[in-house]
T-cell receptor, first 114, second 114 residues
Framework: DSGVTQTPKHLITATGQRVTLRCSPR?????VYWYQQSLDQGLQFLIQ???????AKGNILERFSAQQFPDLHSELNLSSLELGDSALYFC?????????????FGSGTRLTVV | AQSVTQLGSHVSVSEGALVLLRCNYS??????LFWYVQYPNQGLQLLLK??????LVKGINGFEAEFKKSETSFHLTKPSAHMSDAAEYFC????????????FGAGTRLAVHP
């Protein structure tokens, strides 16, 4: 157990639907990062939050949004889902605002859009 | 912008043989470098990291990597492969300081044969 908790582990939904992925960072970590892992694109950085504030954005679609709550857990919202959104979504956390010491990853949420 | 190139998407070795996974980075300033391992159906686990201290870095499970600035490389090695080393390995780069994110390579899948 890495200390980063992601729920649900698996999610199957239809095109056009909206889903919410949840992440609880490791105790004491202030930064949360979201990554998408797919066969054709590899590990793509989506977005970073630090202590409740958005701090960096990567290749995140406009249909996707995220937030970090006062208790530091984070949610990634995916809407108007398309088949191509099927992927593994990872959350990671770190104690600081940057990545100097590496991240701790959760076990991921596997999203299948049918 | 920084980037990482992993040479060889698939590497196959015999049990007991040397493991060598190649990683080259591109960065305009001294980077922080990381190797992560991903076992099937699991999240990414940090193997080792280089953060501008010793150029030879030792990690978990007998792995080590050497930072070579002149070659812009950070290859991962293990003297003797074990069946349990079969997994996907990711090299990642980050700049020090600030809200820097990890940029991952495409990954190398390591197969270990008896």
């Amino acid at each position: 157990d890495s200390g980063v908790t992601q729920t649900p582990k698996h999610l199957i939904t239809a095109t056009g639907q909206r889903v919410t992925l949840r992440c609880s960072p490791r105790s004491g970590d202030l930064s949360v990062y979201w990554y998408q892992q797919s066969l054709d694109q590899g590990l793509q950085f989506l977005i970073q939050y630090y202590n409740g504030e958005e701090r960096a954005k990567g290749n995140i679609l406009e249909r996707f949004s995220a937030q970090q709550f006062p208790d530091l857990h984070s949610e990634l919202n995916l809407s108007s889902l398309e088949l191509g959104d099927s992927a593994l979504y990872f959350c990671a956390s770190s104690p600081q605002r940057g990545s100097n010491y590496g991240y701790t990853f959760g076990s991921g949420t596997r999203l299948t859009v049918v | 912008a920084q980037s990482v190139t992993q040479l060889g998407s698939h590497v196959s070795v015999s049990e007991g043989a040397l493991v060598l996974l190649r990683c080259n980075y591109s960065s305009s300033v001294p980077p922080y470098l990381f190797w992560y391992v991903q076992y099937p159906n699991q999240g990414l686990q940090l193997l080792l990291k280089y953060t501008s201290a010793a150029t030879l870095v030792k990690g978990i499970n007998g792995f080590e990597a050497e930072f070579k600035k002149s070659e812009t490389s950070f290859h991962l090695t293990k003297p003797s492969a074990h069946m349990s080393d079969a997994a996907e390995y990711f090299c990642a780069v980050s700049l020090s300081g600030g809200y820097n994110k990890l940029i991952f390579g495409a990954g190398t899948r390591l197969a270990v044969h008896p």
